[in-house]
């Protein structure tokens, strides 16, 4: 294949909707409802700051957390700049997931690429509504304790873990062909 062949396949790759575009939203959109969902029952359903913590079990606890940060509580941000610089961020990084989607050609990247930015979406909404993002799900063991967690954060540990396995199966960097 000559440079000129290939440069030309590339032109011809979509940009923003593309052969699993429709499967990657209605994913992502399903993420984000059940992720949505399960935040607002908690926190205004169920009242989970004044009814909580509940214990599920003795390794796992329903608590409210409000997360100013990212994944592990990283650069947590008090202030208004910090919440909207992260909303950008959010916003940016997702729309990136979502051209890489559209050229995508493999269902399980596709699935991979839709639980991230459903788990973005979700987490991005809460920024912007809270100013925070809700963490509620706390593993601990005797006195190790994982972080606080939620859906769209499983989410998006889902759709890494897709990807990074989708990149080691056929060889080196095949998630990102």
Known sequence: MTQQDSSSNNTKRPLLWGRFSTFVLLIALVGVAIDQGSKLWLVYGFDLARNGPVDLLPVL????????????????????????????????????????????????????????????????IDRLTYGAVVDFVHFHVGTFSWYVFNLADVWIVAGVVGLLYDSFRDGPNSAAK
């Open 61 to 124: 606890e329903i608590v409210l957390v409000w997360n100013r940060g990212i994944s592990y509580g990283l650069f947590q941000q008090n202030s208004d700049l910090g919440r909207w610089l992260l909303a950008g961020v959010t916003i940016a990084v997702t729309i990136g997931l979502w051209v890489w989607s559209a050229r995508c050609q493999s269902r399980l990247v596709a699935l991979a690429l839709a639980l991230v930015i459903g788990g973005a979406i979700g987490n991005g």
